[in-house]
């Protein structure tokens, strides 16, 4: 029997590995934060200057890798601004930490995860010329170039992107880099192998 021909698939995650989203994941966590604790001290007097918000988010990049998923950045940040030690929050923060100070700021993963999401959407929203939304984000250039490599010489047969970022946001973010949409390389990656959070015309996974 003649061998059965070999497809080859390649699986990619989003933040990470193609997008470098930790400034815009620390600055749309400052706008949920507004929207969940507006009367908190670090945000309403604390951070007035542009200055001590570039550090803020600065202090959030370091310690970007305890997050899990975009929703825990506004408890970072507060935690930041409450002036607790970096190394501590690495240490703890997903062993117990991020709980407590959930139960003491009396929120919930889902009350998070609107607050988050709906600052990406207004900002986003306000974005329609301006671009500023996708400014803040980088891209992993070298990774970007080889998935257009990849698609550009048909090299592979299907190029897939896994992530927990809503199917627009990945989609314009991806658009960006010319790997999906029109004028994207190779015909660029295909709608149906975008598995994203939200539901819509993409595949979905559960939102967090």
């Not at 994207?184 to 939102?207: F, Q, R």
């Amino acid at each position: 029997m003649a061998a059965a021909a070999r497809r080859i698939l390649v699986a990619l995650d989003f933040d990470g590995v193609l997008v470098d989203s930790a400034a815009e994941t620390a600055l749309a966590g400052f706008a949920a934060a507004k929207a969940l604790w507006p009367g908190a001290a670090w945000l309403t007097r604390r951070l007035r200057r542009p200055d001590q918000l570039a550090a803020l988010v600065g202090n959030f990049e370091q310690i970007r890798p305890c997050l899990e998923t975009g929703w825990e950045s506004a408890i970072l940040l507060h935690l930041l601004a409450e002036g607790m030690p970096k190394e501590d929050i690495m240490a703890n923060f997903q062993s117990g930490l991020r709980d407590q100070t959930m139960a003491k700021l009396n929120v919930t993963k889902e009350k998070c995860n609107d607050a988050l999401k709906q600052a990406r959407e207004e900002w986003i929203g306000e974005d329609a010329t301006s671009d500023d939304w996708l400014a803040a984000h980088g891209f992993y250039d070298g990774a970007c170039q080889s998935v257009r490599d990849l698609l550009a010489a048909g090299r592979v047969e299907d190029v897939y992107v896994i992530t927990t970022k809503a199917a627009d946001f990945s989609k314009r973010l991806l658009q960006k880099q010319q790997l999906f949409g029109e004028g994207a390389v190779g015909g660029g990656i295909k709608p149906e192998h975008i598995y994203v959070s939200d539901l819509g015309p993409c595949c979905s996974l559960p939102y967090d």
